[in-house]
Protein backbone atom coordinates (compact mmCIF):
# COMPACT_ATOMS: atom_id res chain seq x y z
CA UNK A 1 0.00 0.00 0.00
CA UNK A 2 2.92 2.32 0.70
CA UNK A 3 4.36 1.54 -2.46
CA UNK A 4 2.02 1.74 -4.57
CA UNK A 5 0.89 5.80 -2.78
CA UNK A 6 4.48 6.66 -3.33
CA UNK A 7 4.14 5.74 -6.82
CA UNK A 8 1.04 8.02 -7.56
CA UNK A 9 2.44 10.84 -5.63
CA UNK A 10 5.75 11.14 -7.59
CA UNK A 11 3.43 10.71 -10.64
CA UNK A 12 1.31 13.90 -9.60
CA UNK A 13 5.13 15.60 -9.10
CA UNK A 14 6.32 14.80 -11.97
CA UNK A 15 2.79 16.08 -14.18
CA UNK A 16 3.32 19.24 -11.85
CA UNK A 17 7.38 20.20 -12.68
CA UNK A 18 7.93 18.32 -16.07
CA UNK A 19 4.37 20.27 -16.77
CA UNK A 20 5.15 23.75 -15.34
CA UNK A 21 5.53 25.32 -18.23
CA UNK A 22 9.54 25.54 -18.08
CA UNK A 23 10.91 24.28 -21.63
CA UNK A 24 13.86 22.00 -19.66
CA UNK A 25 11.64 20.52 -16.94
CA UNK A 26 9.87 18.96 -19.75
CA UNK A 27 12.00 15.21 -19.36
CA UNK A 28 10.97 14.35 -15.79
CA UNK A 29 7.72 13.33 -18.38
CA UNK A 30 10.21 10.36 -19.23
CA UNK A 31 9.75 9.08 -15.91
CA UNK A 32 6.15 8.37 -16.06
CA UNK A 33 6.54 5.41 -17.81
CA UNK A 34 8.31 3.64 -15.12
CA UNK A 35 6.25 4.72 -12.33
CA UNK A 36 3.39 3.27 -14.67
CA UNK A 37 5.78 -0.30 -15.17
CA UNK A 38 6.39 -0.62 -11.20
CA UNK A 39 2.54 -0.92 -10.68
CA UNK A 40 1.55 -3.83 -9.10
CA UNK A 41 -2.06 -4.03 -10.51
CA UNK A 42 -4.01 -2.63 -12.96
CA UNK A 43 -6.10 -0.78 -10.69
CA UNK A 44 -3.15 0.84 -9.20
CA UNK A 45 -1.18 1.73 -13.09
CA UNK A 46 -4.80 3.30 -14.13
CA UNK A 47 -4.57 5.49 -10.44
CA UNK A 48 -0.35 6.81 -11.29
CA UNK A 49 -1.96 7.49 -15.42
CA UNK A 50 -4.35 9.83 -13.07
CA UNK A 51 -2.21 11.17 -11.20
CA UNK A 52 0.30 12.21 -14.06
CA UNK A 53 -2.34 13.88 -16.34
CA UNK A 54 -4.73 15.61 -13.92
CA UNK A 55 -1.44 17.01 -12.13
CA UNK A 56 -0.52 18.24 -15.78
CA UNK A 57 -3.32 19.59 -16.55
CA UNK A 58 -3.99 20.93 -13.61
CA UNK A 59 -4.98 24.26 -15.65
CA UNK A 60 -7.95 23.25 -17.16
CA UNK A 61 -10.53 24.23 -14.15
CA UNK A 62 -9.70 27.04 -14.23
CA UNK A 63 -9.48 28.08 -17.08
CA UNK A 64 -13.01 26.33 -17.86
CA UNK A 65 -14.17 28.47 -15.20
CA UNK A 66 -12.53 31.53 -16.82
CA UNK A 67 -13.76 31.25 -20.31
CA UNK A 68 -17.73 30.27 -18.95
CA UNK A 69 -17.60 32.95 -15.83
CA UNK A 70 -18.60 30.28 -13.82
CA UNK A 71 -17.42 28.32 -10.95
CA UNK A 72 -14.68 25.65 -10.47
CA UNK A 73 -17.68 22.63 -10.52
CA UNK A 74 -18.04 22.94 -14.83
CA UNK A 75 -14.23 23.06 -15.36
CA UNK A 76 -13.74 20.03 -12.52
CA UNK A 77 -16.14 17.43 -14.55
CA UNK A 78 -14.67 18.71 -17.61
CA UNK A 79 -10.94 18.30 -16.62
CA UNK A 80 -11.64 14.28 -15.30
CA UNK A 81 -13.65 13.44 -18.34
CA UNK A 82 -10.34 14.86 -20.12
CA UNK A 83 -8.38 12.42 -18.22
CA UNK A 84 -10.54 9.08 -18.89
CA UNK A 85 -8.95 8.34 -22.08
CA UNK A 86 -5.30 8.97 -20.73
CA UNK A 87 -6.41 6.69 -18.13
CA UNK A 88 -8.11 3.96 -19.65
CA UNK A 89 -5.52 3.99 -22.69
CA UNK A 90 -2.48 3.09 -19.86
CA UNK A 91 -4.45 1.19 -17.06
CA UNK A 92 -6.42 -1.49 -19.91
CA UNK A 93 -2.62 -1.68 -21.81
CA UNK A 94 -0.83 -2.38 -18.69
CA UNK A 95 0.45 -5.75 -17.88
CA UNK A 96 2.47 -8.14 -15.66
CA UNK A 97 4.35 -9.34 -18.42
CA UNK A 98 7.76 -7.56 -17.62
CA UNK A 99 10.44 -6.94 -20.39
CA UNK A 100 9.53 -6.51 -24.29
CA UNK A 101 6.11 -7.09 -23.86
CA UNK A 102 5.75 -4.16 -21.20
CA UNK A 103 7.87 -2.18 -22.96
CA UNK A 104 5.42 -2.75 -26.60
CA UNK A 105 2.23 -2.23 -24.67
CA UNK A 106 3.35 0.78 -23.59
CA UNK A 107 4.48 2.04 -27.12
CA UNK A 108 1.28 1.35 -28.48
CA UNK A 109 -0.43 3.51 -25.32
CA UNK A 110 2.06 6.64 -26.39
CA UNK A 111 1.25 5.57 -29.97
CA UNK A 112 -3.17 5.98 -29.03
CA UNK A 113 -2.40 8.74 -27.39
CA UNK A 114 -0.51 10.75 -30.17
CA UNK A 115 -3.20 10.29 -32.75
CA UNK A 116 -6.73 11.21 -33.00
CA UNK A 117 -9.69 9.75 -31.45
CA UNK A 118 -7.42 9.43 -28.32
CA UNK A 119 -5.14 11.87 -29.28
CA UNK A 120 -7.36 14.40 -29.58
CA UNK A 121 -7.15 14.85 -25.57
CA UNK A 122 -3.47 13.49 -25.73
CA UNK A 123 -1.73 16.63 -23.76
CA UNK A 124 1.03 15.68 -21.40
CA UNK A 125 2.95 13.35 -23.53
CA UNK A 126 6.01 12.30 -22.95
CA UNK A 127 7.02 12.51 -26.60
CA UNK A 128 7.16 16.33 -26.20
CA UNK A 129 10.27 16.08 -24.25
CA UNK A 130 12.06 14.85 -27.23
CA UNK A 131 13.18 18.21 -27.98
CA UNK A 132 14.85 19.03 -25.04
CA UNK A 133 16.94 15.52 -24.98
CA UNK A 134 17.61 15.47 -28.72
CA UNK A 135 17.62 19.23 -29.82
CA UNK A 136 18.17 19.16 -33.84
CA UNK A 137 17.88 15.28 -34.00
CA UNK A 138 14.90 15.34 -36.04
CA UNK A 139 12.96 12.29 -36.89
CA UNK A 140 16.15 10.53 -35.19
CA UNK A 141 15.50 12.32 -32.28
CA UNK A 142 12.06 11.23 -32.12
CA UNK A 143 12.52 7.62 -32.56
CA UNK A 144 15.59 7.84 -29.41
CA UNK A 145 12.65 9.55 -27.38
CA UNK A 146 10.61 6.23 -28.15
CA UNK A 147 13.00 3.77 -27.48
CA UNK A 148 14.39 5.35 -24.22
CA UNK A 149 10.33 5.81 -23.19
CA UNK A 150 10.15 1.95 -23.97
CA UNK A 151 13.25 1.22 -21.91
CA UNK A 152 11.81 2.89 -19.13
CA UNK A 153 9.16 -0.10 -18.44
CA UNK A 154 12.41 -2.51 -18.45
CA UNK A 155 14.31 -3.50 -16.07
CA UNK A 156 16.94 -1.83 -17.96
CA UNK A 157 15.25 1.49 -16.54
CA UNK A 158 18.19 2.48 -14.46
CA UNK A 159 20.64 2.25 -17.26
CA UNK A 160 18.03 4.22 -19.77
CA UNK A 161 17.58 6.98 -16.62
CA UNK A 162 21.08 7.66 -16.55
CA UNK A 163 21.56 7.58 -19.86
CA UNK A 164 18.58 10.21 -20.76
CA UNK A 165 19.60 11.82 -17.25
CA UNK A 166 23.21 12.50 -19.17
CA UNK A 167 21.58 13.62 -22.51
CA UNK A 168 19.52 16.53 -20.26
CA UNK A 169 22.42 17.99 -18.21
CA UNK A 170 23.86 18.02 -21.68
CA UNK A 171 21.17 19.85 -23.36
CA UNK A 172 20.45 22.15 -19.96
CA UNK A 173 24.59 23.36 -20.65
CA UNK A 174 24.21 24.04 -24.06
CA UNK A 175 20.61 25.04 -24.48
CA UNK A 176 19.67 27.95 -26.88
CA UNK A 177 15.88 28.62 -27.77
CA UNK A 178 14.88 28.16 -31.38
CA UNK A 179 15.85 31.30 -33.39
CA UNK A 180 13.47 33.63 -35.05
CA UNK A 181 12.45 33.15 -38.87
CA UNK A 182 14.09 36.04 -40.83
CA UNK A 183 11.77 38.82 -41.20
CA UNK A 184 9.20 37.57 -39.12
CA UNK A 185 8.12 39.66 -35.82
CA UNK A 186 5.19 38.29 -33.63
CA UNK A 187 3.18 40.44 -31.93
CA UNK A 188 1.74 39.89 -28.07
CA UNK A 189 -0.86 41.53 -27.51
CA UNK A 190 -3.06 41.88 -23.66
CA UNK A 191 -6.40 42.59 -24.36
CA UNK A 192 -8.38 39.83 -22.22
CA UNK A 193 -11.34 38.28 -23.68
CA UNK A 194 -12.41 41.65 -25.68
CA UNK A 195 -9.74 40.50 -28.82
CA UNK A 196 -11.89 38.96 -31.33
CA UNK A 197 -15.00 40.87 -29.62
CA UNK A 198 -14.48 44.07 -30.45
CA UNK A 199 -15.08 44.51 -33.97
CA UNK A 200 -14.92 48.70 -33.93
CA UNK A 201 -12.97 50.50 -36.64
CA UNK A 202 -10.89 51.87 -33.69
CA UNK A 203 -9.61 48.35 -32.61
CA UNK A 204 -8.64 47.41 -35.90
CA UNK A 205 -6.95 50.66 -36.17
CA UNK A 206 -5.07 49.73 -33.12
CA UNK A 207 -3.75 46.40 -34.64
CA UNK A 208 -3.08 48.21 -37.18
CA UNK A 209 -0.69 50.70 -35.56
CA UNK A 210 1.09 47.90 -33.81
CA UNK A 211 1.68 45.84 -37.26
CA UNK A 212 3.33 49.12 -38.97
CA UNK A 213 5.53 49.97 -35.94
CA UNK A 214 7.17 46.66 -36.49
CA UNK A 215 7.13 47.21 -40.11
CA UNK A 216 9.45 49.96 -39.35
CA UNK A 217 11.76 48.48 -36.87
CA UNK A 218 12.49 45.71 -39.94
CA UNK A 219 9.87 43.25 -40.01
CA UNK A 220 8.63 41.85 -43.23
CA UNK A 221 6.05 39.17 -41.90
CA UNK A 222 4.19 40.68 -38.73
CA UNK A 223 2.30 37.90 -36.97
CA UNK A 224 -1.04 38.55 -35.00
CA UNK A 225 -2.70 36.40 -32.14
CA UNK A 226 -5.25 33.86 -32.64
CA UNK A 227 -8.76 35.86 -33.26
CA UNK A 228 -6.97 39.37 -33.27
CA UNK A 229 -8.84 40.31 -36.43
CA UNK A 230 -12.65 38.83 -35.08
CA UNK A 231 -15.21 37.75 -38.23
CA UNK A 232 -12.89 37.83 -41.58
CA UNK A 233 -15.45 39.61 -43.72
CA UNK A 234 -14.67 41.90 -46.95
CA UNK A 235 -14.67 45.39 -45.10
CA UNK A 236 -11.99 44.18 -42.85
CA UNK A 237 -9.81 43.25 -45.53
CA UNK A 238 -10.54 45.92 -47.51
CA UNK A 239 -9.16 48.02 -44.27
CA UNK A 240 -6.13 46.18 -43.87
CA UNK A 241 -5.28 45.76 -47.59
CA UNK A 242 -5.55 49.81 -47.71
CA UNK A 243 -3.42 49.92 -44.83
CA UNK A 244 -0.37 47.94 -45.86
CA UNK A 245 -0.52 49.70 -49.14
CA UNK A 246 2.03 51.95 -48.39
CA UNK A 247 4.52 49.34 -47.78
CA UNK A 248 6.04 46.08 -48.25
CA UNK A 249 4.68 44.33 -44.77
CA UNK A 250 2.63 41.09 -45.00
CA UNK A 251 0.60 40.26 -41.97
CA UNK A 252 -0.56 37.37 -40.72
CA UNK A 253 -3.38 36.81 -38.42
CA UNK A 254 -6.01 34.84 -36.41
CA UNK A 255 -9.48 35.56 -37.54
CA UNK A 256 -13.00 33.66 -37.78
CA UNK A 257 -15.06 32.92 -41.25
CA UNK A 258 -18.40 32.04 -40.59
CA UNK A 259 -21.17 30.22 -42.47
CA UNK A 260 -24.70 28.57 -41.80
CA UNK A 261 -23.46 25.69 -40.28
CA UNK A 262 -21.10 27.05 -38.23
CA UNK A 263 -17.25 28.52 -38.62
CA UNK A 264 -13.93 27.54 -39.14
CA UNK A 265 -11.14 29.53 -36.94
CA UNK A 266 -8.46 30.65 -39.24
CA UNK A 267 -5.31 32.69 -39.93
CA UNK A 268 -5.17 34.78 -42.78
CA UNK A 269 -2.19 36.40 -44.94
CA UNK A 270 -3.32 40.00 -45.96
CA UNK A 271 -0.46 42.03 -48.24
CA UNK A 272 -1.14 45.09 -50.10
CA UNK A 273 -1.96 43.09 -53.28
CA UNK A 274 -4.13 40.61 -51.65
CA UNK A 275 -5.67 38.91 -48.63
CA UNK A 276 -6.70 34.95 -48.49
CA UNK A 277 -6.92 32.06 -45.53
CA UNK A 278 -3.81 31.29 -45.07
CA UNK A 279 -4.79 28.06 -42.67
CA UNK A 280 -8.17 26.15 -41.24
CA UNK A 281 -7.23 24.93 -37.32
CA UNK A 282 -7.40 21.06 -37.87
CA UNK A 283 -8.01 20.82 -33.75
CA UNK A 284 -10.28 23.35 -31.90
CA UNK A 285 -10.43 22.88 -28.67
CA UNK A 286 -13.28 20.54 -27.67
CA UNK A 287 -16.33 21.64 -26.00
CA UNK A 288 -15.84 25.18 -26.10
CA UNK A 289 -15.19 25.60 -29.65
CA UNK A 290 -15.07 22.04 -31.31
CA UNK A 291 -18.97 20.44 -30.91
CA UNK A 292 -18.80 17.77 -33.08
CA UNK A 293 -21.84 16.39 -31.06
CA UNK A 294 -24.08 19.03 -32.39
CA UNK A 295 -24.75 17.36 -36.16
CA UNK A 296 -25.19 14.19 -34.56
CA UNK A 297 -28.59 15.82 -33.30
CA UNK A 298 -28.97 17.96 -36.45
CA UNK A 299 -28.08 21.45 -34.83
CA UNK A 300 -25.42 23.75 -36.71
CA UNK A 301 -22.38 25.86 -34.97
CA UNK A 302 -19.61 25.30 -33.60
CA UNK A 303 -15.94 24.97 -35.43
CA UNK A 304 -14.78 22.50 -37.59
CA UNK A 305 -11.73 20.37 -37.17
CA UNK A 306 -9.64 20.29 -40.43
CA UNK A 307 -7.96 17.23 -38.89
CA UNK A 308 -5.75 16.44 -41.30
CA UNK A 309 -5.96 19.60 -43.60
CA UNK A 310 -3.52 22.31 -44.79
CA UNK A 311 -0.67 20.79 -42.29
CA UNK A 312 2.35 23.28 -44.58
CA UNK A 313 1.63 26.11 -46.25
CA UNK A 314 3.31 28.55 -48.29
CA UNK A 315 3.90 32.39 -48.02
CA UNK A 316 6.40 34.45 -49.46
CA UNK A 317 8.47 31.91 -51.03
CA UNK A 318 8.88 29.54 -47.75
CA UNK A 319 7.39 26.67 -46.13
CA UNK A 320 5.41 27.63 -43.09
CA UNK A 321 3.89 25.01 -40.21
CA UNK A 322 1.00 27.09 -38.05
CA UNK A 323 -0.40 25.82 -35.04
CA UNK A 324 -3.39 27.62 -33.21
CA UNK A 325 -3.23 27.47 -29.41
CA UNK A 326 -4.78 24.05 -29.03
CA UNK A 327 -2.81 22.26 -31.53
CA UNK A 328 0.11 22.81 -29.22
CA UNK A 329 -0.58 20.62 -26.64
CA UNK A 330 -1.22 17.73 -28.79
CA UNK A 331 0.98 15.88 -31.03
CA UNK A 332 0.09 15.18 -34.34
CA UNK A 333 -0.19 18.23 -35.90
CA UNK A 334 3.35 19.39 -35.09
CA UNK A 335 4.58 16.08 -36.06
CA UNK A 336 2.12 15.78 -39.54
CA UNK A 337 3.18 19.56 -40.46
CA UNK A 338 6.85 18.05 -39.76
CA UNK A 339 6.74 15.47 -42.85
CA UNK A 340 6.60 18.35 -45.18
CA UNK A 341 9.31 19.96 -43.96
CA UNK A 342 8.87 23.74 -43.08
CA UNK A 343 10.71 26.75 -43.08
CA UNK A 344 9.28 28.07 -39.61
CA UNK A 345 6.92 27.18 -37.34
CA UNK A 346 4.38 29.95 -36.24
CA UNK A 347 2.18 29.67 -33.23
CA UNK A 348 -0.67 31.42 -32.36
CA UNK A 349 -3.01 31.48 -29.60
CA UNK A 350 -5.87 33.53 -27.69
CA UNK A 351 -5.42 32.91 -24.06
CA UNK A 352 -7.53 35.47 -22.02
CA UNK A 353 -9.40 32.90 -20.53
CA UNK A 354 -5.77 30.88 -18.97
CA UNK A 355 -5.17 33.95 -16.33
CA UNK A 356 -3.88 32.38 -13.13
CA UNK A 357 -2.96 29.10 -15.09
CA UNK A 358 -0.06 28.13 -16.90
CA UNK A 359 -1.49 27.11 -19.59
CA UNK A 360 -0.08 29.46 -21.96
CA UNK A 361 3.62 28.94 -20.44
CA UNK A 362 3.11 25.22 -21.49
CA UNK A 363 1.87 25.68 -24.79
CA UNK A 364 5.26 27.63 -25.48
CA UNK A 365 7.24 24.52 -23.68
CA UNK A 366 6.14 22.62 -26.06
CA UNK A 367 5.96 24.38 -29.19
CA UNK A 368 9.71 25.25 -28.32
CA UNK A 369 10.55 21.87 -27.68
CA UNK A 370 9.21 20.75 -31.12
CA UNK A 371 11.08 23.36 -32.46
CA UNK A 372 14.52 22.34 -30.88
CA UNK A 373 14.07 18.63 -32.20
CA UNK A 374 13.77 19.66 -35.31
CA UNK A 375 16.18 22.82 -36.06
CA UNK A 376 13.16 25.01 -37.13
CA UNK A 377 12.76 28.58 -36.42
CA UNK A 378 9.83 29.84 -34.34
CA UNK A 379 7.68 32.45 -33.94
CA UNK A 380 4.64 33.21 -31.47
CA UNK A 381 1.92 35.59 -30.92
CA UNK A 382 0.03 35.21 -28.01
CA UNK A 383 -3.06 37.50 -26.33
CA UNK A 384 -3.29 37.39 -22.94
Not at 134 to 144: E, I, S, V
Not at 199 to 215: F, P
Not at 345 to 357: C, R
Not at 367 to 383: D, Q, S
Request: glycine share 10%.
Amino acid sequence: MTRDLVLILIAALVGVIGWSGEPLALPLAMLFPALWAFARSRFVAALVAAAYFLAASRGLPQGVANFYGSDIWPGLFLWLVASLAFVAVHGLLWTTRPGGGRAAKFGLAAALMAVPPFGIVGWAHPLTAAGVLFPGWGWLGLAAAVVGLMAMTTRASPIAAIALGGFWLWSVATWTPPPLPEGFRGVDLDMGQSLGRDSTLERQRDLITSVMRDGEQGARIVVLPESALGFWTPSVEQLWRDALSSGDIAVIAGAAVIDPQGYDNVLVAISADKASILYRERMPVPVSMWQPWRRLVGRAGGARAHLFANPAVELGGQRIAPLICYEQLVVWPILQSMLRRPDAIVATGNGWWTVGTSIIDIQNASTIAWARLFGVPLVTAFNR
